[in-house]
């Protein structure tokens, strides 16, 4: 499993450019000091370190005691932070909304009563101008201040107006919080439950949308209304396989950004999210031109500057690029092709270790086992399925299970009969106590148990009686989730025509669904 440091510091040195650490050893010389020679001294022996090792940095730094070390790492972090503070980003709204009231306080501080406003005044238009209602409010508030402490006499009725525009900014501040909250408690819904899984987790999740749902929602215009409006609106979605909403309402996000795509290096993390969620509504709805131009989109803007220098920005779009990109493999049935984006996915979630969440490591251990197995390469699918098996984590239960559910497969198409008994009471055990079965689960297993033992003639009419039960749930919109992670139809198909790799049924279906779609248009 990946080595993930959670020593802060070393974690923040780590994502330094060079640029930034030049410009930390400039700072600290020119405010030197015996204590900043040990912070240098501690920053290169870090620098240098592959992994954190405390030990080792101890053994390897002389003039560095352990009873010390507590305190020179927090002077360090606080040292590095201040060097990065002073490289000015221009473009980057937060930091000048942060300097401009620093300053408007300075004034303020000198007496320069009418200078301060007139800051404030520049700070409001540029808050306003780019939908920064909480800068707006900080504004407003510091502008009441003033006012109700000096005789500025600067405008008339500036109490009225000021008073308006502070009940304004609240109602909007108001609204938007419910909305953010409401996003975010349908996301951690999902994390806890999964998919609804029947009518009464459709009853739960429709109730609970519809309770923390503020009134009035529908009508507000404003830039962070409708984009937590429509990220709820998605989030309820999914959470109910309604693919078809789902994709509506990522489009209404993304849409959102072209309409003001200023917005887009405001909100950057918003709208690559937004981009990601768009990709994986066409996935679901297996409509591959759209997914193959929002991917074309998504790869032109990776190469932007917006994300070339900001780290962050980089990762997000490394991790969302190459999940679409496995999935368009996926639609296409192109898997061996596929598999030509392992060595770099392999080098980048190296480099990214200390940074990627573990649910993102998961995501993509899975697609990569997916892509060996339906090119054939059983073995080097149950590799990395072992990598999510033996991965005691709490997250994605539901990866974990259907992780253990292509781990059985993968060893029942390579013969190991001998397995086979133990590896279903595991898999079994695992998602009953997780309380994950599905309909389409019970009968794969219900399938594997009754033929582990049978003979390659005996097994014909077992395949025939599963895919035609399968085939039948597969308009059930509960059951969506399973043919999603796992086409064990294609797998079928390709066991009843006798063809070695499960590609290549997928290619010939995807094929014979491009040809009937040029057909009709």
Known sequence: MPNRSTDALFQLIKSLEKSEKRNFKLYVQRNSSSENLKIVQLFDALDKMETYDENLLLSKSKDLKKQQLSNIKAHLYKQILSSLRLIKNENNIDIQLHEMMDHARILYNKGLYLQSLKMLDRMKELARANNQVTYLLQVLFFEKKI???????????RAEQLTLDVDETNRRLVMVSKLSNLSLLLY???????????????????????QHYPP???????????LYRYQSYCWYAFIRQDFLLYYRYTQKWVELFEKEPFMIEVETAHYIKGMHNLMGAHFDLQNYTKL???????????????VINNHNNRIQTFVYLNVSKINKHFMEGTFTEGLQLVP?????????????????????????????????????????????????????????????????????????FQLLEYLFKSVYRFMAKMGNLSVVEEEIFRFLRRTFHLSPRQLKPEFAKLLEQLKQ?????????????????????SKMDNIPATE????????????????ED
């Open 147 to 157: 006012e109700a402490l000096h005789i500025t006499r600067s405008m008339t009725d």
């Open 188 to 210: 951690s819904w999902y994390i806890k439950n999964g998919h609804a899984r029947d009518e009464n987790d459709e009853k739960e999740i429709q109730q609970f949308f519809d």
């Open 216 to 226: 009035g929602a529908d009508e507000a215009k404003g830039f962070y209304e409708r």
């Open 292 to 306: 193959k131009e929002a991917l074309e989109t998504f790869e032109a803007f990776s190469q932007s500057d917006l």
């Open 344 to 416: 770099y996915i392999e080098e980048k979630l190296k480099e990214y270790e200390i940074y990627l969440d573990r649910h993102r490591i998961l995501v993509f251990y899975y697609k990569i086992a997916s892509l060996y197995f339906g090119s054939g390469h059983y073995e080097q699918a149950i590799d990395y399925l072992n990598k999510i098996i033996n991965w005691k984590v709490d997250l994605r239960t539901d990866l974990q299970c259907y992780s253990r559910l292509l781990h059985l497969i993968a060893h029942y198409e390579l013969g190991n």
């Open 473 to 493: 749930l597969q308009a059930n919109r509960f059951e969506t989730r399973a043919f999603a992670y796992l086409d064990i139809i294609s797998w079928l198909e």
């Open 504 to 519: 290549i049924v997928i290619r010939q279906k995807f094929l014979s669904r491009m040809k009937r779609k040029a057909v």
